[in-house]
């Protein structure tokens, strides 16, 4: 770029300016950050040569602290780690001690823990759209998404006592039918979700301000995605069809027809519209839930007292960010031996150092707001 | 090659970590016939249930031979124990090889366990995104022993490998960029290893004062540092 600008001399400007690469500090305090997250950007002059991701401002040691509790005294201590879609990790924890204990759980628990998840997912999805289109300078999406979340924790408040972090399903199966009216009110809910999704399209997808800023900006190539084991709508953002839904279904999934939305460049506007259209599929997914609800038990077969054989178990779970895997050690007493989170996000967080290299300052906040980090499950 | 990685024949008991009683236990035992807890058949954590060998369990199987064995799973999951020697090449077949096309490392963690021969394990989940079928492969380790790094295999293991090392001390060789990444800089000590106290450095205070009242350490690290040491001397 100096390079080509003469200076008066006739030399090149690069010989007579001394130029030198600037380090910027962006976070942990950051708004844009979504959270404490701090990178340390290379600049020459506004493009990012380099950069440097410094996690672990959030660290809690939840795993540690598993340890010391028994299998079911764990169990809320995961909505704690992914705290916008709080339900999905309590879903991943319970199944993994399920999956070791070889327990079948009745199919109208599956069916409702289904509803639940694909609301939590949505209710994930309008936040981190409200958040990154504000981020990118968009201001008003944010107030749409806060108020069709509003009608979702509504919901889960009616149905399990609690907005943000409900601790939805105990071991087994889930503890309480919807509650009287509840339905009617989620599928008044399914009825016009649709009209209002249209309306964010109509207010980012043509936007040329939108398109601007997210087209082509933070792009990741398929294989690279791969290498680096990134998950969820940032690598199908890719066009990776990988859903673990759909893959390795859990919870009846396989019971429902749904298409897994894929990108096609990787870009920042590819991730945003795979986000956007998982929505609608969420949609659908509920109606068939609700429709083909069964009837049956809400829990399978539990002891009072969890002790799960000795030995280990990984169970992965479509999570609103990513793959969401549990790898659970039991050495078959009352407490874990070892509970590892693979955290989404924070697998999804390695592919920033890509994604930024060459992009101009200003688009580094696009791209973090792109991936849908939470720090809490970053750090844990 | 195998027995050696699976049990050295039953040797010296292991150093357990509240094994204070049962040394002096073994040297009465001489002069009293009848020892009582003396053979305290060494607990070793083992898993249970039945070997699951899926494709490229049994395309490892038949490539590397003695370097592959097949662990239990009591939740029918495929999952092999490896040499640490073959652990590269073996990684990288799985991910080359068209018959396992396993090109997706699902995760990276390790495990401690102190009663066990091999103090150490990591693990490796693999996932393949044609094939769809999973694999857990295994490697054990002695403390203090380095793990071949994976990051020539998948760049992803980057961070994983940085976060086994921080939480569980696990040094993996050629590994490019091996520093903390989510414990603070100068933390000491590796918070999943089973000795570490859950309240750390405080906690283990508290354990070892005299009163068995709280202390609360100053912020300065160096000051707390002295705090500690006192204690833990008993003056």
């Given at each position: 770029?100096?390079?080509d600008?003469?200076?008066?001399?006739?030399?090149?400007?690069?010989?007579v300016?001394?130029?030198?690469?600037?380090?910027?500090?962006l976070g942990?305090?950051?708004?844009?950050?979504?959270?404490?997250?701090r990178?340390?950007?290379?600049?020459?002059g506004?493009?990012?040569?380099g950069?440097?991701?410094?996690?672990?401002?959030l660290?809690?040691?939840?795993?540690k602290?598993?340890e010391?509790?028994?299998?079911?005294?764990?169990?809320?201590?995961?909505?704690?780690?992914?705290?916008?879609?709080?339900?999905?990790?309590?879903?991943?924890?319970?199944?993994?001690?399920?999956?070791?204990?070889?327990?079948e759980?009745?199919?109208?628990?599956?069916y409702?823990?289904?509803?639940?998840?694909?609301?939590?997912?949505?209710?994930?999805?309008?936040?981190?759209?409200?958040?990154?289109?504000?981020?990118?300078?968009a201001?008003?999406?944010?107030?749409?998404?806060?108020r069709?979340?509003?009608?979702?924790?509504?919901l889960?408040?009616?149905?399990?006592g609690?907005?943000?972090?409900?601790?939805a399903?105990?071991?087994?199966?889930?503890?309480?039918?919807?509650?009287?009216?509840?339905?009617a009110?989620?599928?008044?809910f399914?009825?016009?979700?649709?009209k209002?999704v249209?309306?964010?399209?109509?207010?980012?997808?043509?936007?040329?301000?939108?398109?601007?800023?997210t087209?082509?900006?933070?792009v990741?190539?398929?294989?690279?995605?791969?290498?680096?084991?990134?998950?969820?709508?940032?690598?199908?953002?890719?066009?990776?069809?990988?859903?673990?839904?759909?893959?390795?279904?859990?919870?009846?999934?396989?019971?429902?027809?749904?298409?897994?939305?894929?990108?096609?460049?990787?870009?920042v506007?590819?991730?945003?519209l795979?986000?956007?259209?998982?929505?609608?599929?969420?949609?659908?997914?509920?109606?068939?839930?609700?429709?083909?609800?069964?009837?049956?038990?809400?829990k399978?077969?539990?002891?009072?007292?969890?002790?799960p054989?000795?030995?280990?178990?990984?169970?992965t779970?479509e999570?609103?960010?990513?793959?969401?895997?549990?790898?659970?050690?039991?050495?078959?007493?009352?407490?874990?031996?070892?509970?590892?989170?693979r955290?989404?996000?924070?697998?999804?967080?390695?592919?920033?150092?890509?994604?930024?290299r060459?992009a101009?300052?200003?688009?580094?906040?696009?791209?973090?707001g792109?991936?849908?980090i939470?720090?809490?499950?970053?750090?844990? | 090659?195998?027995?050696?990685?699976?049990?050295?024949?039953p040797?010296?008991p292991?150093?357990?970590?509240?094994?204070?009683?049962?040394?002096?236990?073994?040297?009465?035992?001489?002069?009293?016939?009848?020892?009582?807890?003396?053979p305290?058949?060494?607990?070793?954590?083992?898993?249970?249930?039945?070997?699951?060998?899926?494709?490229p369990?049994?395309?490892?199987?038949?490539?590397?031979?003695?370097s592959?064995?097949?662990?239990?799973s009591?939740?029918?999951?495929a999952g092999?124990?490896?040499?640490?020697?073959?652990?590269?090449?073996?990684?990288t077949f799985?991910?080359?090889?068209?018959?396992?096309?396993m090109?997706?490392?699902?995760?990276?963690?390790g495990?401690?366990y102190?009663?066990?021969d091999?103090?150490?394990?990591?693990?490796y989940?693999?996932?393949?995104?044609?094939?769809?079928?999973s694999?857990?492969?295994?490697?054990?380790?002695?403390?203090?022993?380095?793990?071949?790094?994976a990051?020539?295999?998948w760049?992803?293991?980057?961070?994983?490998?940085?976060?086994?090392?921080?939480?569980?001390?696990?040094?993996?060789?050629?590994?490019?960029?091996?520093?903390?990444?989510?414990?603070?800089?100068?933390?000491?000590?590796?918070?999943?290893?089973?000795?570490?106290?859950?309240?750390?450095?405080?906690?283990?205070?508290?354990?070892?004062?005299?009163?068995?009242?709280?202390?609360?350490?100053p912020d300065?690290?160096?000051?707390?540092?002295?705090?500690?040491e006192?204690?833990?001397?008993?003056?």
């Amino acid at each position: 770029m100096a390079g080509d600008v003469m200076g008066p001399s006739g030399s090149p400007l690069q010989d007579v300016l001394e130029t030198h690469e600037v380090e910027l500090n962006l976070g942990p305090q950051h708004p844009a950050t979504h959270g404490v997250y701090r990178a340390l950007v290379r600049l020459d002059g506004e493009r990012v040569v380099g950069m440097e991701s410094i996690i672990g401002y959030l660290h809690r040691g939840i795993e540690k602290w598993c340890e010391y509790r028994t299998w079911t005294q764990a169990t809320p201590v995961f909505d704690r780690l992914d705290y916008v879609a709080a339900v999905l990790n309590c879903h991943g924890y319970v199944g993994a001690v399920e999956k070791l204990l070889n327990l079948e759980v009745p199919k109208k628990a599956q069916y409702i823990r289904v509803v639940l998840d694909e609301l939590q997912r949505i209710a994930n999805h309008l936040l981190w759209l409200g958040t990154h289109a504000l981020d990118v300078g968009a201001q008003s999406m944010l107030f749409y998404g806060i108020r069709e979340r509003e009608a979702i924790l509504d919901l889960f408040e009616a149905m399990l006592g609690q907005r943000l972090l409900p601790n939805a399903y105990p071991i087994g199966g889930v503890r309480f039918d919807f509650p009287k009216g509840w339905e009617a009110v989620c599928r008044r809910f399914l009825e016009e979700m649709p009209k209002k999704v249209d309306d964010y399209e109509t207010l980012l997808t043509g936007n040329r301000i939108w398109v601007q800023r997210t087209k082509g900006v933070g792009v990741i190539s398929a294989d690279q995605a791969i290498a680096l084991s990134l998950s969820g709508p940032t690598l199908r953002g890719s066009g990776v069809n990988f859903d673990v839904r759909k893959a390795l279904p859990y919870s009846s999934y396989q019971d429902f027809d749904f298409e897994v939305p894929l990108g096609q460049n990787g870009d920042v506007f590819d991730r945003y519209l795979c986000r956007v259209r998982e929505m609608r599929q969420s949609l659908r997914i509920i109606r068939q839930a609700l429709d083909g609800m069964p009837e049956g038990d809400l829990k399978g077969k539990v002891g009072r007292i969890i002790r799960p054989p000795a030995g280990e178990a990984y169970f992965t779970v479509e999570a609103a960010k990513g793959q969401l895997g549990y790898y659970i050690v039991s050495e078959g007493a009352e407490k874990p031996w070892r509970v590892h989170v693979r955290a989404p996000s924070f697998i999804n967080l390695q592919g920033i150092e890509t994604m930024c290299r060459g992009a101009l300052i200003a688009d580094v906040v696009a791209i973090i707001g792109s991936l849908d980090i939470v720090l809490g499950e970053v750090d844990r | 090659m195998t027995d050696e990685i699976k049990a050295p024949g039953p040797p010296e008991p292991p150093p357990q970590e509240a094994g204070g009683d049962a040394a002096p236990v073994e040297k009465p035992a001489a002069a009293k016939p009848a020892a009582p807890k003396a053979p305290a058949a060494p607990k070793k954590w083992e898993p249970t249930g039945e070997v699951v060998l899926n494709a490229p369990a049994q395309a490892l199987a038949e490539r590397f031979g003695e370097s592959v064995r097949g662990v239990k799973s009591p939740c029918g999951e495929a999952g092999v124990l490896v040499d640490k020697a073959r652990l590269v090449e073996i990684l990288t077949f799985l991910r080359d090889d068209p018959g396992c096309a396993m090109n997706y490392l699902s995760d990276l963690t390790g495990a401690h366990y102190p009663i066990n021969d091999k103090k150490f394990e990591v693990v490796y989940h693999l996932y393949s995104l044609e094939k769809g079928h999973s694999l857990r492969v295994k490697v054990q380790l002695e403390d203090g022993e380095p793990c071949p790094t994976a990051t020539g295999v998948w760049p992803g293991a980057d961070w994983m490998e940085r976060e086994a090392h921080d939480m569980l001390g696990i040094v993996f060789e050629g590994h490019p960029n091996l520093k903390v990444i989510l414990l603070p800089d100068d933390f000491e000590g590796h918070p999943l290893r089973k000795e570490f106290p859950l309240g750390g450095a405080q906690e283990e205070m508290i354990r070892s004062n005299r009163y068995g009242k709280p202390v609360y350490l100053p912020d300065d690290v160096e000051e707390a540092r002295k705090i500690v040491e006192e204690q833990r001397h008993g003056r």
